[in-house]
């Protein structure tokens, strides 16, 4: 399904909830957690390979998507974080 409608399938989706307020409402609620486990998936690659320069600023152009996020998964996520900062704090 998600093929059909095409690459912006949150944003379709949502403009055809946009009647429903109450449904528009889980439809953000399923795109934020949808982003967290993306973030939380992306955060666990990048701890367990080899940290490049680019790895590095890559992740400090996305710390505030990982700050937002990542806390949802409790102390995991958090320790998760402090790991993430621990990369970008050895940036050259």
Same mark, same amino acid.
């Given at each position: 399904?998600? %093929?059909?409608?095409? *690459?912006? !399938? %949150?944003? +379709?989706? +949502?403009?055809?909830?946009?009647? /429903?307020? *109450?449904? =528009? %409402? =889980? !439809? /953000? $609620?399923?795109? +934020?957690? !949808? ?5 939380? /998936? #992306?955060?666990? $690659? ?5 940290? $490049? *320069?680019? &790895? +590095?600023?890559?992740? %400090? ?25 621990? &990369?970008? #704090? $050895?940036? =050259?």
């Amino acid at each position: 399904m998600i %093929q059909n409608i095409g *690459e912006n !399938w %949150q944003e +379709k989706i +949502k403009s055809a909830l946009f009647q /429903d307020m *109450e449904l =528009k %409402q =889980k !439809w /953000d $609620t399923v795109i +934020k957690t !949808w982003t967290a486990y993306n973030l939380w /998936d #992306s955060a666990q $690659t990048i701890i367990h390979s080899d940290i $490049t *320069e680019r &790895i +590095k600023a890559q992740v %400090q152009a996305d710390m505030l998507d990982y700050e937002t996020y990542l806390p949802m998964f409790g102390q995991a996520g958090t320790d998760l974080l402090v790991n993430l900062r621990n &990369i970008i #704090s $050895t940036m =050259k």
